[in-house]
């Protein structure tokens, strides 16, 4: 078994309320591409509703998100100003909301054109981009003593 350690690098007060509120929009865009596709498979109107409110609390959640982020970046910048550029995940996440709000306006037509097809391929791009995102973050915040990413 290996004896790696990890080190958390971030000091920011504000990368807990960031952590905290970006698992919001994680579960959320997730949450949205599943229940597009259960939609697609039964036709039930209260999935493609329930896809429009997760995409709406995604939203808000993701921009009160990347207000914290936007903090922990700055103090972060300041006390570490050698580590490695945020830009991938900060754009990941710019994009995430983008094609979110989008996807919002997709939704929000009548009935079947509301989810599929275009309703459902934004779904499953925001929900993989949200993972990946997320994961880009957390590789700048978690490190193993000999500098890899975890």
Partial sequence: ???????????????????????????????????????????????????????????????????????????????RPHRRSASPHSLGNVLVLLLSVFNAFVHSRDAYTSVVPTGLILSGIVALLVLISSWLGSALVYRTTSGETL
């Avoid at 949450?31 to 709406?56: C, K, P, Q, R």
């Fill in 1 to 79: 078994m290996s004896d790696v350690r990890v080190h958390r690098t971030a000091l920011s007060p504000a990368h807990s309320i960031h952590v905290i509120l970006s698992a919001f929009p994680i579960a959320c865009f997730t949450g949205a591409f599943v229940t597009d596709i259960v939609y697609a498979e039964t036709y039930e109107m209260m999935w493609a509703n329930f896809s429009i409110w997760l995409i709406t609390v995604g939203v808000a959640m993701g921009v009160l998100a990347a207000i914290a982020g936007i903090a922990d970046y700055l103090v972060y910048r300041r006390e």
